[in-house]
């Protein structure tokens, strides 16, 4: 599968973006999809996730409340909502694939696939 992330940018703090991420080749139907960010010198760090089959979603206590995750069947596309954006969100933001249906996947080396990342900033 391919994955394409989309939708980053430079926003001013308490603002809102939406990142989508588009697969194509198969069905992202039988997968967990996830979102992580890396900012500079930092480690990839988990997000959000979601398991397609039964919407199950779980995030990173540093976005919870602030940043909704979602799927769409017929776009084969996962979104990310980030509101009340922070400086600290600052990063670029990738998507990726886990094949099979798996509870509570956080850590990078469980998914399988990776799109290419898209940068968000936040700063005023």
């Known amino acids: 599968v391919q994955l394409q992330a989309s939708g980053g940018g430079l926003v001013q703090p308490g603002a809102s973006l939406r990142l989508s991420c588009a697969g194509s080749?198969?069905?992202?139907?039988?997968?967990?999809m996830g979102w992580f960010r890396q900012a500079p010198g930092k480690e990839r760090e988990f997000v959000a996730g979601?398991?397609?089959?039964?919407?199950?979603?779980y995030y990173a206590d540093s976005v919870k409340g602030r940043f909704t995750i979602s799927r769409d069947n017929a776009k084969n596309t996962v979104y990310l909502q980030m509101n009340s954006l922070k400086p600290e969100d600052t990063a670029v933001y990738y998507c990726?694939?886990?094949?099979?249906?798996?509870?509570?996947?956080?850590?990078?080396?469980?998914?399988?696939?990776w799109g290419q990342g898209t940068l968000v900033t936040v700063s005023s």
């Open positions: 080749g198969r069905t992202l139907r039988s997968d967990t």
């Open positions: 990726a694939a886990l094949r099979g249906s798996t509870l509570n996947a956080r850590a990078p080396s469980e998914y399988d696939y």
């Open positions: 979601i398991r397609w089959s039964d919407n199950h979603k």
